[in-house]
């Protein structure tokens, strides 16, 4: 541990600051509410315990209080994965036994728990538990080494402000993590409403103050784009996958604004038999299958390929509009894009569908 401590503080063994160090419940958990619950170490996630989801297990009654958990218990796994995982067992615990891969703890103290978790978090405590858990087979932690760990305690008081300041540092960190948590949704949003403004004209509105006005025009994709889709050749033909050098793509692909390779190439004989175009970069490529995020996403190609039946393929006409913009569109209709899907239990769209999505016609500085 160290040789300078603070004043007050004293270098000691767990087994002098704990009334009971014991082994857990043997027995077979089960759905039934018949019984305690069996809290395993599968059952501790995230340093929290959802006591609903965990099982029930029989016991007799004279063995309930042997291996009952209460309040300011700590609880420990002592093999697997997980050696020396430990949780602290607040003052909600429901009737309750711990499992046999699990040792329970009690302090001589409940003012010692506090601080005693936190220190069995703490570098010095993994730094010990990995060298008892080291050797031959799966790593495991008995009673006996839990008892010889070395603990570094400080005053009573000092203890409490300790815990204290903790519990204050680790609010503040939840705190932070919930606000980091939500930025990816909140770039979303924005990233939504900037595509909302730059295809309605709302970005530009100062720029049309210092331009010639001209009025936006309402067209659809289809009509200033050529509007198409691929195939899939048979799999059961293998002259038509077998060392293949025709890139191939399903709509797998319009999870990236930008496609540069394929994960799957077909033959040359598959595609003029299937009649497979070859679409050149710049192509748009728009999911029109997909139940999950896939449907509406679109990617812009960066290589010559074919394509299935699941994309609708959007060759911008660039003399009537750019084709940036087209692409800005698609994403920021994404939503409503989906939503025209029709179809039983996977609505789909069709090129039909696509051909429809409105568009407005400008003129850009690009």
Not at 202 to 218: G, Q
Request: glycine share 6%.
């Amino acid at each position: 541990m160290t040789n300078q401590l603070p004043n007050g503080w004293i270098e000691t063994k767990l087994e002098k600051l704990t009334a009971d160090i014991s082994y857990g419940y043997t027995a077979s958990s089960n759905e039934t509410d018949v019984g305690p619950k069996m809290l395993r170490i599968t059952d501790i996630q995230d340093n929290k315990v959802n006591w609903s989801t965990v099982p029930y297990c029989q016991i007799e009654d004279n063995k309930f209080e042997k291996y009952s958990l209460k309040a300011n218990d700590l609880v420990f796994a002592r093999t697997g994965a997980t050696v020396g995982k430990s949780f602290l067992i607040k003052n909600d615990v429901p009737d309750a036994v711990y499992a046999s891969y699990l040792i329970r703890v009690r302090c001589l103290s409940r003012d010692l728990v506090q601080f005693l978790s936190y220190f069995f978090n703490s570098n010095q405590y993994w730094t010990q538990i990995t060298e008892f858990s080291t050797g031959i087979g799966q790593p495991n932690v008995n009673g006996t080494k839990l008892k010889s760990l070395n603990i570094v305690l400080p005053p009573l008081a000092e203890q409490k402000q300790i815990a204290t300041l903790i519990d204050n540092l680790l609010a503040q960190v939840d705190t932070l993590k919930t606000r980091l948590d939500a930025i990816p949704n909140i770039l979303k949003r924005f990233r939504q409403s900037v595509l909302a403004a730059a295809v309605s004209g709302k970005l530009t509105e100062e720029w049309r103050t210092e331009n010639a006005k001209h009025e936006w025009e309402y067209k659809t994709i289809g009509d200033v784009c050529a509007v198409a889709t691929g195939k899939t050749p048979s799999r059961s033909e293998s002259s038509y996958w077998d060392n293949g050098t025709v890139p191939w793509l399903t709509s797998a692909a319009t999870g990236d604004a930008f496609t540069v390779y394929a994960k799957e190439y077909i033959t040359v004989l598959a595609a003029s038999e299937c009649q497979l175009k070859k679409f050149e970069p710049g192509t748009l490529l728009l999911a029109m299958y997909g139940e999950g995020k896939t449907r509406g996403q679109v990617t812009e190609l960066k290589l010559s390929a074919t394509c299935n039946q699941a994309c609708a393929v959007i060759t911008v006409n660039e003399s009537i509009i750019n084709r940036k913009f087209v692409k800005i569109r698609l994403q920021e209709n994404y939503e409503e894009t989906r939503k025209a899907a029709s179809g039983g239990n996977q609505p789909n769209l069709n090129l039909s569908k696509v051909r429809e999505i409105p568009m407005a016609l400008r003129e850009f500085p690009w």
